[in-house]
């Protein structure tokens, strides 16, 4: 089975910009959950979508969202970008069983 | 307020030796408590997990050791090898929040030859 895949996996903007990051599960799973990874605040969970649902949300501003489709490929948007925003963006998938979670390579964005 | 924390920042440990992660935390409500190993340029994968029925579940090298009424958990590596060098995350969960997972800190386990 292929694993989770992330696209792009390098993203460089500017202040102000807007950015949508794409992510395709492991065939099967319905499940995909967005994190954010940086250094200083480590692993921070954005949200969860399970059938086209968002079904859980984090403690990120409203310009952080995202959207599920019929495939159970999701994406993450963020509008106006700020340079606290550059970050590793990871999405995970599982087939609903909390045991089987799998994260994919990640999105390195920079903001400029 | 950060609701797994996690310890040491860093660690080196001598191949063959024993490496000793610690996380606490402080929600009753979790039951789910996974670890995950990361190796740089790629996403975190799941190592190892434990519920909090068991107090301990080993997995070849991997250990986890849970104390429920301290509301701690630890990951042992035994017989480290240099290939266990990446960064440890230990996570938690609970039941009504499928997938929404709190993570510690992360750990950057080095382990010399």
């Known amino acids: 089975k292929a694993g989770v895949t992330q696209t792009p996996r390098y993203l460089i903007k500017t202040r102000g910009q807007q950015v949508t990051l794409s992510c395709s599960p492991i065939s099967g799973h319905r499940s995909v959950s967005w994190y954010q990874q940086t250094p200083g605040q480590g692993l921070q969970f954005l949200f969860e979508?399970?059938?086209?649902?968002?079904?859980n949300k984090g403690n990120f501003p409203g310009r952080f969202s995202g959207r599920q489709f019929s495939n159970s490929r999701s994406e993450m948007n963020v509008s106006t970008l700020e340079l606290g925003d550059s970050a590793l963006y990871l999405c995970?998938?599982?087939?609903?069983?909390?045991?089987?979670?799998?994260f994919g390579p990640g999105t390195r964005l920079l903001v400029l | 307020q950060q609701q797994v924390k996690q310890s040491p920042q860093s660690l080196i440990v001598q191949k063959g030796g024993i490496s000793i992660i610690n996380c606490a935390y402080e929600?009753?409500?979790?039951?789910?408590f996974p670890w995950y190993q990361q190796f740089p340029g790629k996403g975190p994968a799941l190592l190892i997990a434990i519920r909090p029925d068991v107090s301990e579940k080993k997995e070849g090298r991997f250990t986890i050791s849970f104390n429920k009424s301290a509301k701690q958990f630890s990951l042992h590596i035994m017989d480290s090898q240099p290939g266990d060098s990446a960064t440890y995350f230990c996570a938690a969960s609970k039941g009504d929040n499928f997938n929404k997972f709190y993570f510690g800190s992360g750990t950057k386990l080095n382990v010399k030859p």
């Open positions: 995970a998938s599982s087939n609903d069983r909390v045991e089987t979670q799998y």
């Open positions: 979508y399970f059938s086209e649902t968002q079904r």
């Open positions: 929600n009753t409500a979790f039951d789910y």
